[in-house]
């Protein structure tokens, strides 16, 4: 059974960072990507970033680049988000997620989730 759980969340002021963790159990090898997206009430969910089951450097949103860094640890099972100069349009739920192989920008083709962590910015 693969399980999926971030970490990380919480109050900021604006300006501020914060680092984002998630866990990943249950594969029996590093052949899957990872990924970070976001959803704000009342908003379309958001793909963040991905990184594919090679290890290769993480996509990300273009908006989101060079404030956001997606990293994933050596052994496969741990992928991080560090958010630099958080504004308040950050505010959001962030939920990881993994599926075989390769990175998608479409919700729909990643078959394990974990269960949110929430980000809130304060001006």
């Known amino acids: 059974q693969v399980q999926v759980v971030e970490s990380g969340g919480g109050l900021v002021q604006a300006g501020g960072s914060l680092r984002l963790s998630c866990i990943v159990s249950g594969f029996h090898d590093g052949s899957y990507a990872m990924a970070w997206f976001r959803q704000a009430p009342g908003k379309e969910r958001e793909a963040i970033s991905c990184?594919?089951?090679?290890?290769?450097?993480?996509t990300y949103t273009y908006s989101l680049k060079g404030r956001f860094t997606a990293s994933r640890d050596d052994t496969r099972n741990t992928l991080y988000l560090q958010m630099d100069s958080l504004e308040p349009e950050d505010t959001a739920m962030y939920s990881c997620?993994?599926?075989?192989?390769?990175?998608?920008?479409?919700?729909?083709?990643?078959?394990?989730w974990g269960q949110g962590t929430q980000v809130t910015v304060s001006s």
């Open positions: 990184i594919s089951w090679v290890g290769a450097r993480a």
């Open positions: 997620a993994a599926r075989p192989y390769y990175c998608s920008s479409s919700v729909a083709a990643y078959n394990y």
